[in-house]
């Protein structure tokens, strides 16, 4: 029998459902709230039909209720790592907005650059990562969105090779970050840029990061987890494993972190959990390793320059685990590697595995 839905009980319902929710870079969060305005400094909600405000620079994340429908079409398919399409909704959607900001979700134009910046840098088309970063920065200057924006442009020239024009755009970070009279926490996120796209390396480079990661402390815990997993990174480059597995496991206990980060810890994790496991065939340890690099394809499918590294090696552990159904789940995994990264280093790693049994 169908029971109708008084109106009170439909307007209980929208709100269970139309509300949107803050994620803190401190751990917490602010639920059940309507995103009112976002600026540089500051984003402005109503919660019980009081009006609240809460630092930009204090916000890792806001999971909004509801999206322009194009937009909310990228996000999913950004979820499934079908980021082509993506591009296109992105692009749609913000040939439709450039003339004039959305009146409805008026926070969407600037999230929707930021996102497709996003996309550009994952499938590695630098120049257009940079035309999205340039016009967001044009038609969005006072964006929360655009510092991020900056920083991923900066990052991808990074990842390319061209570290000079990475430090050009951090330079440009560090003009928006004092003219915005923007805090720490973006003072910091430049330190750290110069740091890795600077030519310090090995025990020079982690006393750095160190000293930035004291420095950024428990008050800005997203650049102080992002120094660290540098840190462990350099440690896993040495051998250190250790201290390495330390560093990465104090930072996925407590993950104050962005994705990027929480990719980085994780497969630095396996690792260290694979070199461990790998002599013996110590089939705990391999299980472990597995565990900590599916989490990297699972979760983080979108941070490609740990993503095909992690399902090889998830590949690895699988092998070495043995069994007929471990053999498959193995192949299945180099099979991936080949068809979604086949330029990657690790395809070609995978193409040598795939065949044979370890």
């Not at 206990?253 to 694979?274: N, Q, V």
């Not at 013996?280 to 472990?288: A, G, M, S, V, Y």
Request: net charge negative.
């Amino acid at each position: 029998m169908r029971v109708p839905l008084t109106p009170i009980v439909l307007l209980s319902l929208a709100g269970l459902t139309l509300a949107d929710e803050i994620h803190l870079t401190d751990g917490k969060s602010i639920t059940d709230v309507s995103i009112q305005s976002e600026t540089m400094t500051e984003v402005t909600y109503r919660k019980d039909r009081k009006e609240g405000k809460v630092p930009a620079d204090t916000i890792l994340s806001i999971d909004y209720s509801a999206k322009p429908q194009l937009v909310d079409q990228a996000d999913a398919s950004m979820r499934d790592g079908l980021f082509e399409d993506a591009e296109v909704d992105l692009t749609n959607f913000l040939a439709g907005v450039k003339a004039k900001r959305p009146r409805k979700y008026p926070w969407s134009r600037a999230y929707a650059y930021y996102r497709l910046a996003e996309v550009y840098e994952v499938l590695q088309s630098i120049e257009d990562v940079k035309q999205t970063v340039n016009e967001m920065a044009e038609l969005e200057p006072e964006s929360r969105y655009l510092p991020y924006a900056i920083s991923i442009k900066a990052r991808a020239l990074a990842d390319s090779g061209d570290k000079a024009s990475a430090l050009a755009a951090l330079g440009d970070l560090e003009k928006v970050v004092a003219s915005a009279g923007l805090g720490d926490r973006w003072k910091l996120e430049v330190e750290l840029g110069k740091l890795l796209y600077g030519d310090a390396t090995g025990a020079s480079l982690r006393k750095k990061l160190q000293d930035l990661a004291d420095l950024a402390g428990s008050g800005n815990p997203v650049v102080r987890n992002r120094a660290l997993a540098e840190i462990g990174i350099s440690l896993l480059g040495e051998g250190k494993l250790d201290e390495g597995e330390k560093i990465f496991r104090s930072i996925v206990s407590d993950p104050k972190a962005d994705d990027r980060t929480l990719a980085a810890a994780y497969t630095g994790l396996g690792h260290c959990l694979f070199r461990r496991g790998e002599p013996t065939k110590d089939p705990e340890l391999l299980k472990e390793a597995l565990k900590a690099f599916m989490r990297v394809v699972v979760l983080y499918g979108h941070e490609i320059n740990y993503v095909p590294e992690a399902l090889f090696f998830a590949g690895r552990c699988f092998q070495l685990i043995g069994g007929d159904e471990a053999e498959l789940a193995a192949t299945k995994l180099y099979t991936r590697v080949m068809r979604d990264f086949p330029e990657n280093r690790w395809a070609g790693e995978a193409r040598g595995f795939r065949s044979r049994k370890k």
